[in-house]
């Protein structure tokens, strides 16, 4: 049976943990999932962040229509 880290950190990454990770304890599991977690919010916030400076490349009257386009 799955333990609820190992869910976790399977919906962190999208399958089934590799054996060697599945082989640590759920304590190392939910800290990898916490982990993986933490840096995918870095992620997405590193990568508004980049869309937004991008922004100011494109011409005023057209910014609000690239950000709806690109979900900005």
Known sequence: MIGMAERTLAEQLGA??????????????QDLADALRSARRRQA???AEAGNDALRFVPAVLRPAIRKAVGL
Not at 17 to 29: K, M, N, S
């Open 16 to 29: 089934a943990p590799p054996a060697g990770v599945a082989a640590l304890d759920p304590a190392h599991q």
């Open 45 to 47: 916030q590193a990568l």
